[in-house]
């Protein structure tokens, strides 16, 4: 089973505490939590160890391997904080400065190709996201990967002078809500979407 460690970790937690600190809901019969990942729910199922999204209606798609590790080292490991509301990059964070390079990069680059000859569409790719726009840089944007993590990203538009420019984001917090590996991983996810999204767009 995928993330068997991570399951063992989560059920000896006591359900009620890790559902208000994940700011996330938990159900019993069966026993449950609904939580959200990139503006999609999914359940996580204590007894089947499953999980698994509702995207529309009653569509139930199995979640990836990197969203289950999202999901579950985030409610293991997320804590009852307020946002510091201070942007930091991720070289920053503790730990950070270490972990992010190399393969363990933020997908900027990715980010750069997408948006950066029409930083416009980084908006129009973001609206299923429900993320709110921003002032910094040509184009940016804010969103929520998961409750309690809040992620910014900023285009800056590729001109005759410069390279196009993007910037991954972190409110002060974030790595006191998800181990840095798991964080990575959001942040794929997230990139991945609205790469995905302006390819539909165009």
Request: charge should be negative; include cysteine; hydrophobic fraction near 45%.
């Amino acid at each position: 089973m995928a993330h068997e460690g991570l399951w063992e970790q989560l059920n000896k937690l006591d359900d009620a505490t890790t559902a208000q600190r994940a700011k996330c809901q938990y159900l019993e019969n069966p026993a449950r939590y609904t939580i959200t990942l990139l503006n999609t729910e999914y359940v996580v199922n204590l007894l089947d160890r499953n999980i698994f999204s509702i995207r529309s209606g009653s569509q139930q798609d199995e979640a990836k391997f990197l969203e289950q590790l999202c999901i579950l080292a985030y409610l293991i490991n997320a804590q009852h904080l307020p946002l510091a509301n201070k942007l930091v990059v991720g070289n920053t964070l503790p730990g950070g400065q270490f972990f992010f390079r190399g393969q363990h990069g933020l997908p900027t680059q990715k980010l750069e190709k997408a948006f950066g000859d029409c930083p416009e569409v980084l908006h129009k790719a973001s609206t299923r996201l429900n993320a709110e726009s921003c002032e910094f840089g040509d184009a940016s944007i804010r969103l929520h990967i998961m409750p309690r993590i809040p992620l910014t990203i900023v285009i800056w538009r590729r001109c005759e002078e410069f390279d196009a420019r993007a910037s991954i984001l972190f409110d002060q917090t974030a790595a006191s809500q998800l181990p840095l590996d798991a964080l990575l991983a959001a942040v794929n996810l997230t990139v991945e979407a609205l790469v995905k999204a302006a390819t539909e767009i165009s």
